[in-house]
């Protein structure tokens, strides 16, 4: 990342913006637990990574969003009383990578928002069939047959909220995040005189 000494300060207040949004967003997953119970999977998970990939210059637009999903995806197992890190969690992990990659191709094209949002939409969608077909495949308690898998899809396990209802809050969680995201950096980079479009940082 090259910084030219007369935006300085103010990129670097707009990378620094960026770094902690992205890691309030991933704990707040964790944190949501307690202050949120009634929104189960409100998370923005895949807008993290894309937005880090967005904007985040270098090796830095793939390792904090994925670190931080990563770690929160720890400590979620931990609190559940499952294991930190298992092989099921390879196909969230791709999801993830899946997610930075849409947004390192949405800088590369500079794309607006309406790609940006129509992006993150699609990401969540395919993030919520990934893991619900994943479940369904390894829960016994779902019948091997299309019907148990449009189970995983709709109404889940009995004693659960319906899946429908996590991929609604999970969606809002995305969009919700993007748009914060994206006015905080459109707001950070208008700090002085002549603005500084966020994808400069990506250098």
Not at 14 to 31: E, S
Not at 151 to 169: A, E, K
Request: aromatic share 12%; hydrophobic share 55%; with cysteine.
């Amino acid at each position: 990342m090259k910084i030219d000494s007369t935006h300085a300060p103010r990129e670097r207040l707009v990378l620094g913006l960026a770094v902690a949004l992205i890691l309030f967003a991933a704990f707040f997953r964790v944190f949501r637990l307690e202050f949120l119970p009634g929104l189960p999977n409100f998370s923005p998970v895949m807008a993290i990574a894309l937005c880090g990939a967005l904007v985040l210059p270098g090796t830095l637009a793939m390792v904090v969003p994925l670190i931080a999903l990563v770690a929160s995806d720890i400590l979620l197992n931990l609190h559940f009383g499952l294991a930190p890190l298992s092989w099921a969690e390879l196909l969230r992990y791709a999801c993830y990578g899946l997610g930075v990659s849409a947004g390192l191709m949405l800088r590369r094209t500079g794309a607006g928002a309406p790609a940006i949002f129509g992006t993150v939409v699609a990401n969540a969608i395919v993030f919520y069939l990934v893991t619900n077909t994943a479940a369904w495949f390894g829960n016994p308690a779902y019948v091997q047959t299309a019907v148990g898998w449009l189970q995983s899809l709709t109404v889940g396990l009995p004693g659960f909220p319906p899946t429908w209802v996590f991929f609604r809050n999970s969606l809002a969680g995305d969009l919700v995040f993007t748009s914060v995201f994206l006015g905080a950096m459109a707001l950070a980079s208008r700090s002085s005189d002549e603005p500084v479009p966020a994808r400069s940082l990506a250098r």
